[in-house]
């Protein structure tokens, strides 16, 4: 069941994602070469309990972590781990904020030092996919016109969009519905109104779109190992457009 916010929810909902944003800022900031995912986890969730919220992912459906950092092929929900980031590398980071009763969800994917230019222009396009999907998070459009605006801009640069996972909506509850997918045909599926609260979030493959779980036996993996980007806003549907929620 899709559940529509009131001004006042979508305002704590707002509060809420400028918390996540500023913590996911800080985090991207911190993913430096000699650095373990599991120190950046843990920078996280400190600056998250510091503005009095909590971390959304932690406990949720048995996630003992309050980040998903997933590196280089792996595409989401990463266990931070040991694993020491070395130049080269991307990382892929995904962070919930629980405020006031109400969930926001974002994500990023940075370089870590010096990377390849293919890894360069991956991150670019998957960034802009996800401004391209926004784009159409406006009343009277429809799930696919979302999905449908990803997949085509994606795979007109070459690359990869991912099938098996998807957005979602978001509020009291952190996975609502409706679910988001980042292809599709415009004019199908469920239609915006204002009020509706969604998760956008493009996953972008430098090769096939298809997946395998990762090593860590949680997290999804590019079946060919191929370099993959996520990046997620929590939007809102109104009357004046698209609201970005986590910024």
């Not at 400028?18 to 993913?31: E, P, W, Y």
């Not at 979302?146 to 640069?157: H, R, Y």
């Not at 090593?215 to 809102?236: Q, V």
Request: with cysteine.
């Amino acid at each position: 069941m899709i559940t529509i916010k009131t001004p006042e929810e979508i305002k704590i909902i707002a509060e809420s994602g400028k918390i996540l944003a500023a913590a996911l800022k800080l985090v991207a900031k911190k993913a430096k070469p000699g650095v373990t995912t599991r120190e950046l986890d843990k920078i996280a969730e400190t600056f998250i309990l510091s503005q009095g919220a909590k971390p959304a992912f932690k406990g949720y459906e048995g996630f003992y972590y309050s980040l998903c950092a997933s590196v280089n092929e792996n595409i989401v929900h990463g266990l931070p781990s040991d694993y020491v980031l070395k130049e080269g590398d991307i990382i892929g980071l995904d962070l919930g904020v629980l405020y006031k009763g109400y969930n926001t969800d974002m994500a990023t994917t940075v370089a870590v030092g010096k990377v390849s230019s293919q890894a360069k222009k991956l991150l670019s396009i998957a960034e802009k996919s996800l401004a391209v999907g926004i784009e159409k998070a406006k009343i009277g459009n429809t799930i696919g016109d979302i999905g449908e605006a990803v997949q085509k801009f994606a795979e007109k640069n070459g690359f990869g969009v991912v099938r098996d996972l998807c957005g979602h909506g978001i509020g009291r509850g952190l996975h609502e519905d409706p679910k988001v997918p980042n292809f599709g045909t415009a004019g199908t599926g469920v239609k915006l109104v204002e009020g509706m609260v969604i998760c956008i979030e493009p996953m972008i493959t430098a090769g096939d779109y298809n997946l395998k779980k990762s090593k860590d036996g949680y997290g999804y993996a590019t079946r060919d190992n191929s370099l993959s980007a996520h990046f997620e806003h929590t939007i809102a549907i109104t009357k004046k457009g698209p609201q970005i929620l986590t910024k």
